[in-house]
């Protein structure tokens, strides 16, 4: 069986990231993390220059894999939008994998230890999702709201907490079961080749045409203030 060529889209969170695959091996990452950073403007500009840059043409691919969630409302339906026009235009497969499982990849340990990925869900609220060392999930997504009475609906033992939620975890989460990575702040694309080439695999397709993103909440904005008379 030829290895296949697989693109992959993470844009769950500030890191809009690009990274073409060809089987195991990494062919080319392109992304950009900034806290105002629009995926609209530059994620479509990063793919011409993956594909370009891995010397591969779009109708070359034999299927699309998409960070689901959770994360970002606008950052993911930009994500999912943009995977499934090219899987439609160019009949090929779509594959999605947990945005926190993604950022688990990049937490390598020996150690027993439960793995912790946090995505900032604003104010004092967190996506999260335990994996164990082998960096395999042992429980379903939540959101949590990060406060003293927290730290009992948590793994016993040892916990590494890293991602852009874990910050606002420091002053609650003091005692020394609780580690910290600092190094490890977003999901990357580059980091779902093993997932999505493993779905590719199996064949573990999504429906492209009824596919969502995984939101976990629901979107809110604040209500428009009346206009004075």
């Given at each position: 069986?030829?290895?296949?060529?697989?693109?992959?889209?993470?844009?769950?969170?500030?890191?809009?990231?690009?990274?073409?695959?060809?089987g195991?091996?990494?062919?080319?990452?392109?992304?950009?993390?900034?806290?105002?950073?629009?995926?609209?403007?530059?994620l479509?500009?990063?793919?011409?220059?993956?594909?370009s840059?891995?010397?591969?043409k779009?109708?070359?691919?034999?299927?699309?894999?998409?960070?689901?969630g959770?994360g970002?409302?606008?950052?993911?339906?930009?994500g999912?939008?943009?995977?499934?026009?090219?899987?439609?235009?160019?009949?090929?497969?779509?594959?999605?994998?947990?945005?926190?499982?993604?950022?688990?990849q990049?937490?390598?340990?020996?150690?027993?230890?439960?793995?912790?990925?946090?995505?900032?869900?604003?104010?004092?609220?967190?996506?999260?999702?335990?994996?164990?060392?082998?960096?395999?999930?042992?429980?379903?997504?939540?959101?949590?709201?990060?406060?003293e009475?927290?730290?009992?609906?948590?793994?016993k033992?040892k916990?590494?907490?890293?991602?852009?939620?874990?910050?606002?975890?420091?002053?609650?989460?003091?005692?020394e079961?609780?580690?910290?990575?600092?190094?490890?702040?977003v999901?990357?694309?580059?980091?779902?080749?093993?997932?999505?080439?493993?779905?590719?695999?199996?064949?573990?397709?999504?429906?492209?045409?009824y596919?969502?993103?995984?939101?976990?909440?629901d979107?809110?904005?604040n209500?428009?203030?009346?206009?004075?008379?």
């Amino acid at each position: 069986m030829l290895e296949p060529y697989l693109l992959h889209l993470e844009t769950a969170t500030t890191n809009c990231s690009v990274a073409v695959s060809k089987g195991e091996e990494l062919l080319y990452c392109k992304e950009s993390n900034s806290p105002d950073f629009r995926h609209s403007d530059y994620l479509h500009l990063f793919i011409e220059e993956a594909l370009s840059n891995a010397n591969v043409k779009i109708n070359e691919l034999n299927g699309v894999g998409v960070s689901m969630g959770p994360g970002s409302y606008t950052g993911l339906r930009i994500g999912v939008s943009s995977a499934k026009g090219i899987c439609f235009a160019n009949d090929i497969p779509l594959m999605a994998v947990n945005s926190l499982a993604v950022m688990a990849q990049q937490c390598k340990t020996e150690e027993q230890a439960t793995l912790l990925p946090m995505i900032d869900a604003r104010r004092m609220e967190v996506f999260t999702m335990p994996f164990n060392q082998k960096q395999q999930p042992i429980a379903q997504t939540k959101a949590l709201i990060i406060s003293e009475e927290t730290i009992a609906q948590l793994p016993k033992g040892k916990k590494i907490l890293f991602g852009s939620g874990a910050e606002k975890c420091k002053s609650f989460f003091t005692d020394e079961e609780f580690h910290f990575r600092d190094d490890i702040r977003v999901p990357s694309a580059k980091d779902m080749l093993p997932l999505i080439l493993e779905k590719f695999n199996q064949e573990q397709f999504e429906d492209v045409a009824y596919f969502e993103p995984f939101y976990l909440k629901d979107f809110y904005t604040n209500a428009p203030k009346p206009k004075s008379v």
